[in-house]
């Protein structure tokens, strides 16, 4: 008989597997949500609508599934044959019907989810490919999920922010981002300093925090974070070199993410 319960018995990695099924529930309320209608409305995201985002995010989760039956069979099995394919398969998803597009949103966040659950525990790490060419361990593919739900919830523009995400997860994420800068070197004389992290005033530094005379932005975690996506600039604000003049009170654009 198949457990019913996550074969995964790392304690990090139950937590981690944990606050993806809570990211997956409140992408899932946010949709609950909004109407058929609503659901041609416009987001956070440059020319995508709402049904852009749910067929997004359906899809990544059959795309992710497949990683974790790679890790589970050894056959290897990508995430999308291509990137012209996977564009392709967003856009025809977002003509489908309210209900198929609801219910590729359902169907593929529980396929998801056993394909986590039933993976033997050895086999979280077992090597696999994302979509980036980037060969990570299978538990890995619970961060790659965690970000996508927590994220993409707040880019539906109903009424979801980024305070609403854990701190630990914002954490993470913007980790990721300001890596992803330092690794190619967009980070350059721009420091991101934190004043919030764990409630308790400390600023935490990331970015370039060997610039003499940096760009510093400043901020709550979760202002910080929103900046640092590309979704906004409300509550951060932005000193040091480079500022000056009629500029000088403007946040600057973040170096690109992905």
């Not at 979509?131 to 299978?138: D, F």
């Amino acid at each position: 008989m198949v457990a019913r319960h996550d074969l995964a018995t790392d304690p990090g990695l139950q937590e981690d597997l944990l606050q993806a099924r809570r990211g997956t529930a409140f992408f899932a309320r946010k949709l609950n949500e909004l109407t058929d209608a609503e659901l041609d409305g416009g987001t956070l995201l440059p020319d995508w609508t709402r049904r852009h985002v749910v067929a997004h995010v359906g899809y990544n989760a059959r795309a992710i599934a497949r990683l974790v039956e790679w890790a589970a069979t050894g056959v290897e099995t990508p995430m999308y044959p291509s990137p012209e394919a996977r564009n392709h398969e967003i856009n025809f998803g977002a003509t489908l019907s309210p209900i198929a597009l609801r219910n590729l949103f359902d169907h593929s966040a529980v396929h998801l989810s056993v394909e986590w659950r039933d993976l033997p525990d050895p086999n979280w790490a077992n090597e696999v490919r994302t979509a980036q060419g980037r060969t990570v361990p299978a538990s890995e593919t619970v961060w790659m999920r965690t970000r996508e739900v927590w994220v993409h919830a707040v880019d539906l523009d109903n009424g979801a922010n980024f305070s609403d995400i854990p701190a630990p997860v914002l954490e993470r994420l913007l980790k990721d981002i300001t890596g992803a800068w330092k690794t190619r070197g967009t980070d350059t004389g721009l420091l991101i300093k934190v004043n919030d992290t764990a409630g308790n005033g400390t600023n935490l530094p990331f970015g370039d925090t060997s610039a003499a005379e940096p760009t510093i932005i400043t901020g709550p975690l979760a202002a910080v974070v929103e900046w640092a996506t590309g979704r906004g600039t409300t509550g951060v604000t932005a000193t040091g070199q480079g500022l000056d003049g009629a500029s000088r009170n403007e946040v600057p654009p973040p170096p690109k993410w992905i």
